[in-house]
């Protein structure tokens, strides 16, 4: 099914049209991309648009609406009030989500005129945020109550057919009003970018209309798209990677071989790893570009005089090297894997020797509040460790306490350069 969008240009890449065809795209239906302007724009903020001529604008609708089957429209930044009426005029009879984009995050307008926008309210399903659903609704919105008043206004004097009204900048609960009813739907805070959101909900709103799904799934579904999108954005790009589904199951697969590969040549080490293994054996752990953190599932153990996995490589398998792993690469991004070997002294003369990078972090210096909190002994260890050196670190050991086996990590760019560097550790080092 096609899914007709008429939206901007975003020249830096991370919403408009850009943005809208990767999520319908993503979702596995047709884009039909319509261009009504395009914003001189990066991640900082737009210094201006340019509109096309509305007859521009009805001929490249023309173009496409009698060629395919349209299951719905999704209708973002127009530039101009003459834009409204030509894709008003031009989209009567399909089903249309109606982003109703007056400004940029920044805070540049990006409309000639907001009353113009109404045109297209009516018989539309709206989705404002809580600023541009004030600026409808001329009601200011400070509560959950606030957004019902406001949608409903905006659906019954405004003619919507539906009003959604994110929350994101209030309270994180989007609030549909559809057919006099309420539907809410709640919210988490997600950690990422968020530059296209808005781009991307009504986008991924459109395509599941067209797959269709009701109109309270469709919301459901999107949200939890857009969700997906900020979690796994990238820092390039500075905004909501709508890809999300497809790269992280890419990286997931490309991890999973990566680490099983490299876990065969650590099994190899057999004889020479074993008197390395701790008492609280030992872990492989491998982070895709998106953080998330794949280990063996029960550790490597000591089996006779030689070592094997207990079970197989899985995402999440080890909270004990994850957290430690993520928190290296909040200061060296590039560092994407790590393995933990009984600590002994002859360890660490051998890292020193082969001229590996080696730090340390004292348990006896923890801070009470960290030791309260119970999950943060790793992460403070490892801030310590990575301070306290000149360089990044390539081994970081501690000499345990009350009750933990002191451990030695060896981290790397990649799951082979462990593999290498546990080899070279373990061929010589006093046990």
């Known amino acids: 099914m096609a899914v ?3 939206a901007g240009l975003d020249t830096g890449g991370g919403a408009g049209l850009k943005a809208d065809i990767e999520t319908v795209s993503a979702l596995e239906e047709h884009p039909l991309p319509v261009l009504t302007s395009v ?6 903020k737009v210094s201006g648009y340019f509109s096309l001529p509305p007859e521009a604008v009805r001929r490249e609708i023309r173009a496409v609406r009698g060629s395919f089957e349209i299951g719905a429209v999704k209708i973002g930044m127009l530039g101009s009030g003459e834009i409204a ?5 031009e989209t009567e009879g399909l089903t249309r989500v109606f982003d109703p984009v007056m400004a940029s995050s920044t805070g540049e307008r990006l409309i000639d005129d907001i009353e113009s926008l109404k045109v297209l309210v009516e018989g539309s399903i709206v989705t404002p945020n809580v600023p541009e659903a004030e600026a409808l609704s001329g009601l200011k919105i400070h509560s959950l109550e606030d957004m019902k008043e406001s949608a409903r206004f905006i659906a019954q004097t405004l003619k919507a057919e539906a009003v959604i009204v994110k929350g994101g900048h209030l309270n994180l609960t989007d609030l549909l009003y559809w057919r006099g009813e309420f539907f809410e739907f709640p919210g988490e805070r997600v950690g990422g970018f968020t530059h296209g959101t808005g781009c991307a909900f009504s986008s991924a709103l459109a395509a599941f209309l067209a797959k269709e799904f009701e ?12 969700e997906g999108a900020i979690g796994f954005s990238k820092a390039e790009a500075k905004a909501v990677n709508p890809l999300w589904k497809l790269q992280r199951d890419t990286y997931r697969w490309r991890a999973r071989e990566e ?4 876990i065969e040549e650590l099994v190899k080490l057999g004889e020479r790893l074993n008197p390395h293994v701790p008492e609280v054996r030992t872990n492989f752990a491998l982070a895709t570009p998106f953080g998330e ?3 063996v599932k029960g550790r490597i153990v000591r089996y006779g005089k030689t070592v094997k996995p207990v079970g197989p490589v899985e995402l999440n398998a080890s909270d004990h090297l994850k957290r430690a ?19 002994s002294e002859g360890l660490i003369a051998r890292a020193k020797k082969l001229g590996l990078a080696v730090s340390f ?15 943060g002994t790793m992460e403070w260890g490892i801030e310590t460790a990575v301070r306290r050196a000149e360089k990044r670190p390539d081994v970081i050991y501690h000499l345990g306490d009350w009750g933990k086996e002191p451990m030695a990590l060896i981290f790397g760019r990649d799951a082979q350069e462990v593999v290498e560097r546990v080899s070279a550790l373990v061929s010589s080092a006093p046990r």
């Open 259 to 262: 680490l099983e590969k490299a």
């Open 325 to 343: 792993l993520l928190k290296m690469r909040e200061f060296y991004p590039e560092v994407r894997a790590v393995l933990n070997l009984r600590y």
């Open 39 to 44: 914003t001189y724009q990066n991640p900082g």
């Open 4 to 6: 007709l969008i008429i």
């Open 215 to 226: 109109l309270p799934e469709a919301v459901k579904n999107a949200k939890s798209f857009v």
């Open 361 to 375: 972090y004292d348990m006896r210096e923890e801070p009470e509040e960290v030791k309260r909190a119970k999950r």
């Open 293 to 295: 953190v794949f280990a």
């Open 85 to 89: 009426k030509v894709v008003a005029k």
